[in-house]
Antibody, heavy 117, light 110 residues
Framework: EVQLAESGGGLVQPGGSLRLSCVAS????????MSWLRQPPGKGLEWVAN????????YYVESVRGRFTISKDNGKNSLYLQMNSLRAEDTAVYYC??????????WGQGTLVTVSS | QSALTQPASVSESPGQSITISCTGS?????????VSWYQQYPGKAPKLMIY???KRPSGVSSRFSGSKSGNTASLTISGLQAEDEADYYC??????????FGGGTKVTVL
């Protein structure tokens, strides 16, 4: 069974930084592309970033490119999202998910990031 | 990237069928057979229901089916049940390893 557990969310001021983590179990983490997705309170889902199984390629939604960095440590079965220069519009529940056939089959419970002064 | 267009809400009685549309463009839905659908209950993580337009992951009920015509993808739920009341989101690949979601549809079982 795919299990994903995010951590690292919290309250941060505009312009600040935060690092999210996601620990995976129940599957061969090193064989899968992984993703971060987010959902602002009361709103819809948005894809944020993808990383190739070996960490060699990374892709971002335009609104976070240059501010967020996705990374993967296959030795620790862990996925990360470094978020810099945070804005109010980045406020959301952030989910890590396993990428499968251009969909996401396996999601964490999410971690809330609130950007506010 | 523009979001895909879904109806805000759909309502129907138990046992009936509903179809949720998801309209994109030639840059996403119209070009790629890589549309997925997600079910989400309040306060919970999304669950994959359909991938690659019509394929169902193991464990997903056969009452859920997907299709596509031109720039519009559709999710059909047949034999509607109370447990199907949830939000549903479509998503499409949109080139260069990027993805775009629809705004979501709230399904109410009357």
């Amino acid at each position: 069974e795919v299990q994903l557990a995010e951590s690292g969310g919290g309250l941060v001021q505009p312009g600040g930084s935060l690092r999210l983590s996601c620990v995976a179990s129940g599957f061969t983490f090193s064989s899968y592309w992984m993703s971060w997705l987010r959902q602002p309170p009361g709103k819809g889902l948005e894809w944020v970033a993808n990383i190739k199984h070996d960490g060699s390629d990374k892709y971002y939604v335009e609104s976070v490119r240059g501010r967020f960095t996705i990374s993967k440590d296959n030795g620790k079965n862990s996925l990360y999202l470094q978020m810099n220069s945070l804005r109010a519009e980045d406020t959301a529940v952030y989910y890590c998910a396993r990428a499968d056939n251009h969909g996401w089959n396996g999601w964490g419970q999410g971690t809330l990031v609130t950007v506010s002064s | 990237q523009s979001a895909l267009t879904q109806p805000a809400s759909v309502s129907e009685s138990p046992g009936q069928s509903i179809t949720i549309s998801c309209t994109g463009s030639s840059g996403d839905v119209g070009t790629y057979d890589l549309v997925s659908w997600y079910q989400q209950y309040p306060g919970k993580a999304p669950k994959l229901m359909i991938y690659e337009v019509f394929k169902r992951p193991s464990g997903v009920s056969s009452r859920f089916s997907g299709s596509k015509s031109g720039n519009t993808a559709s999710l059909t739920i047949s034999g509607l049940q109370a447990e199907d009341e949830a939000d549903y989101y479509c998503c499409s690949y949109a080139a260069s390893v990027t993805y775009v979601f629809g705004g979501g549809t709230k399904v109410t079982v009357l």
